[in-house]
């Protein structure tokens, strides 16, 4: 049997994984629609996520909670 993560550390994962992906995906767009060559861009795509993803995963830390709370005032609870 696998053993699996504790639950106390899903929300740190998950702003993980969801702030490499998005940074992965956005650079990557920016940076393909202003690349002059391929070249260009992948010397370039590598290290604007080295610089995004710990700012989106900064931002999905403190705005996730915010974003869950206003939404909360809005939507029918279960």
Do not use: D
Request: net charge positive; aromatic share 12%; hydrophobic share 55%.
């Amino acid at each position: 049997m696998i053993n699996k993560i504790p639950y106390r550390y899903r929300t740190v994962l998950f702003a993980l994984i969801m702030s490499f992906s998005t940074s992965l995906i956005v650079s990557g767009t920016v940076i393909y629609l202003h690349s002059q060559s391929l070249t260009q861009f992948i010397k370039i795509w590598p290290s604007s996520i080295v610089i995004a993803w710990p700012e989106v995963f900064a931002a999905i830390l403190i705005i996730a909670p915010l974003v869950n709370k206003t939404l909360n005032l809005f939507v029918e609870g279960q």
